[in-house]
T-cell receptor
């Protein structure tokens, strides 16, 4: 079955880059997502990448996908204290219902001033 | 920016009681979902709903759960007889048709506490 793994915690200094890593097991994943969850709030879709892409950049966010190793990363440039949140990686198989994604445990990012 | 609205934000209930969680999806979206997140655990898929019927459900979504779109705007999750282990944050989400189907917009969640 599908499994998505993330490291649980990451701490960086304000202004540094953050890199949050994720591995997934299902080679038939087509969409890979990054969500942000601030304390007490819902899940905010940050970005997503199709499995036929290697990289996607969106302002301070860069997503890298290594399909061979089933490894996904999210890089946040110039990390700010407002970036402190839990970041979830999620994947969707090509043959599943559009909304049926499998989520990782989430990485808690702490940004220190 | 259009958003998915969920009510209540927090509900406390006694074990065995029925609970209805409400969601107003984005108005032109066609697909609707419920997910849950038990405290400290992963976000888990419960059910998806399209064209007025359940299109897929997980093993968590047993006979105690039901969903309904009673009036074309609200999308509800009913838990018939709550158990302690139903305590969780419940997220509603919706997505558009076509290529947008795979991009979900989530609500802020409804926290359910079962005592």
């Amino acid at each position: 079955g599908e499994d998505v793994e993330q490291s649980l915690f990451l701490s960086v200094r304000e202004g540094d880059s953050s890199v949050i890593n994720c591995t997934y097991t299902d080679s038939s994943s087509t969409y890979l997502y990054w969500y942000k969850q601030e304390p007490g709030a819902g899940l905010q879709l940050l970005t997503y990448i199709f499995s036929n892409m290697d990289m996607k950049q969106d302002q301070r966010l860069t997503v890298l996908l290594n399909k061979k190793d089933k490894h996904l990363s999210l890089r946040i440039a110039d990390t700010q204290t407002g970036d402190s949140a839990i970041y979830f990686c999620a994947e969707k198989r090509w043959d599943t219902n559009a909304g049926k994604s499998t989520f990782g445990d989430g990485t808690t990012l702490t940004v220190k001033p | 920016e259009p958003e998915v609205t969920q009510t209540p934000s927090h509900q406390v209930t006694q074990m065995g009681q029925e609970v209805i969680l409400r969601c107003v999806p984005i108005s032109n979206h066609l697909y609707f979902y419920w997910y849950r997140q038990i405290l400290g655990q992963k976000v888990e898929f419960l059910v998806s709903f399209y064209n007025n019927e359940i299109s897929e459900k997980s093993e968590i979504f047993d006979d105690q759960f039901s969903v309904e779109r009673p009036d074309g705007s609200n999308f509800t999750l009913k838990i018939r007889s709550t158990k302690l282990e139903d305590s969780a944050m419940y997220f509603c989400a919706s997505s558009a048709g076509g290529a947008g189907a795979n991009v979900l917009t989530f609500g802020a969640g409804s926290r359910l506490t079962v005592l």
